[in-house]
């Protein structure tokens, strides 16, 4: 008799999650850890990275490592790619997790913040993808590519009824990662490359806790779910789309917003 129970077994992937240190990023880290993965973590600067790769090792058992690099640096991300390859590969998968956001009036953003932004959630999640792409078409091996866009790239936050949360950029630059999911599994689907985004609804983490308590007691009320997600609640649909089950899906944007885009 066939064994029962819906399986997902990651023991011999190896996924690399940047961002992976702290809020959702985390959750993503600890989940393919739990399957089994070995993980690379990157950060940009937090100090207890490597003791966070260290605590999950211990929990499961696996081997992570925590990689210090900015992902908006292309010659940077490329050279920490190799050397995860080297160190802890075949990598097998990658979601590129790492986000920023500026709250700012439009009439006050500036040039800065523009880069601050796009630099990391459009350029870093293209120099992430791309620096795995290449791992994968040298060795002529198949992957798979989870992309942390949000629900942002559809709409415009509410800061109270009818009042625009204001950060346009953050938003766009939502958009564009959305739309730049689909251009590179269209490029990339020749080579058995797979592209989806996860695009999370609000979550409980240092970018959101940030926020006004009124804010925050606005967004969930509107959100049919009643309240904010908890990072492991985003983590489902990224280890199908990492895993075999989601053989058959790229291209896609997968919100896990508690039912927010009814509206
Ligand atoms: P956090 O602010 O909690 O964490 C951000 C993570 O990104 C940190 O690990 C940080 O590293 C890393 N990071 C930032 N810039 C860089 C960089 N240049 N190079 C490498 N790593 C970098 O974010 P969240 O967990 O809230 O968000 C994660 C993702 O989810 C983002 O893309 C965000 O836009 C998206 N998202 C979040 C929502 C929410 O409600 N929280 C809702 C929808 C989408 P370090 O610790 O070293 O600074």
């Known amino acids: 008799m066939a064994p029962k129970g819906f399986m997902i077994d990651f023991s011999n992937k190896c996924i690399i999650v940047t961002g992976g240190n702290r809020g959702i990023g ?12 070995r993980v690379a973590i990157i950060y940009r600067s937090s100090k207890d990275a490597p003791d966070v790769a ?6 499961f058992n696996v081997d992570v490592k925590a990689y210090q690099c900015d992902v908006s640096d292309a010659d940077g991300t490329n050279k920490t790619f ?26 006050e953003l500036t040039t800065d913040d523009f880069n601050k932004v796009y630099n990391v959630n459009v350029l870093g999640v293209f120099n992430s993808a791309r620096a795995a792409a290449k791992l994968w078409i040298d060795a002529k091996h198949a992957g798979s ?21 204001t ?14 999911t689909k251009g590179l599994a269209a490029e990339w689907a020749p080579y058995h490359i797979r592209v989806n985004t996860v695009s999370p609804g609000y979550v409980n983490t240092d970018q959101t806790s940030h926020m006004d308590k009124h804010i925050r007691d606005h967004q969930a009320r509107n959100v049919p779910l009643g309240r904010f997600a908890e990072p492991h609640e985003m983590t489902g ?22 039912g927010q885009l009814v509206w």
């Open 26 to 37: 985390y959750a993503f880290s600890r989940a393919v850890a739990q399957a089994g993965a």
């Open 54 to 59: 260290q605590k999950l090792s211990k929990e």
């Open 82 to 107: 190799n050397k995860i390859d080297k160190e802890m590969g075949p990598v097998t998968g990658l979601v590129a997790n790492a986000g920023v956001s500026v709250v700012k009036p439009a009439l």
């Open 145 to 165: 590519i989870v992309i942390t866009s949000s629900m942002s790239s559809q709409i415009i936050n509410q800061a109270a009824p009818n009042k625009a949360l």
């Open 167 to 180: 950060q346009v950029f953050y938003n766009s630059s939502k958009g564009a990662v959305s739309n730049l």
């Open 237 to 258: 649909q990224a280890v199908l789309l990492l895993s075999d089950h989601g053989s058959y899906m790229t291209g896609g944007e997968y919100f896990v917003d508690g």
